[in-house]
């Protein structure tokens, strides 16, 4: 069992910056692909960022490909979405989600595991 706790969104105008963070506890954090998703009222969710259980590799939707970053701390079982040049399309509840040894362009219904989200809302 992994838990996901999301943190750090928030509001913020367009054009600005936000690092929002999933903390994990509970099994291996390390075996799993984190992804991050987004969902926006009246959307379906997507996704936005990958990156694999070992960390070699990223992936990102074309639509933040250039201003969102994700990363992760093993040692701190922590995963990070880095969210530049913020625009009101960006506005959306954020999820983070584990996929045991997945890869980090897994899709949506293969991670096991997702957080209880956090809101970004982007002003203009």
């Known amino acids: 069992q992994v838990q996901l706790v999301e943190s750090g969104g928030g509001a913020v105008q367009a054009g600005g910056s936000l690092r929002v963070s999933c903390a994990a506890s509970?099994?291996?954090?390390?075996?799993?692909?984190v992804g991050w998703f987004r969902q926006a009222p009246g959307k379906e969710r997507e996704f936005v960022a990958g990156?694999?259980?070992?960390?070699?590799?990223?992936y990102y939707a074309d639509s933040v490909k250039g201003r969102f970053t994700i990363s992760r701390d093993y040692a701190k079982n922590t995963a990070y979405l880095q969210m530049n040049s913020l625009n009101a399309e960006d506005t959306a509840v954020y999820y983070c989600?584990?996929?045991?040894?997945?890869?980090?362009?897994?899709?949506?219904?293969?991670?096991?595991?997702w957080g209880q989200g956090t809101q970004v809302t982007v002003s203009s």
């Open positions: 989600a584990a996929d045991l040894l997945g890869s980090s362009w897994s899709p949506l219904n293969e991670y096991d595991y």
């Open positions: 509970g099994r291996t954090f390390s075996s799993y692909a």
């Open positions: 990156i694999n259980w070992n960390g070699g590799s990223t």
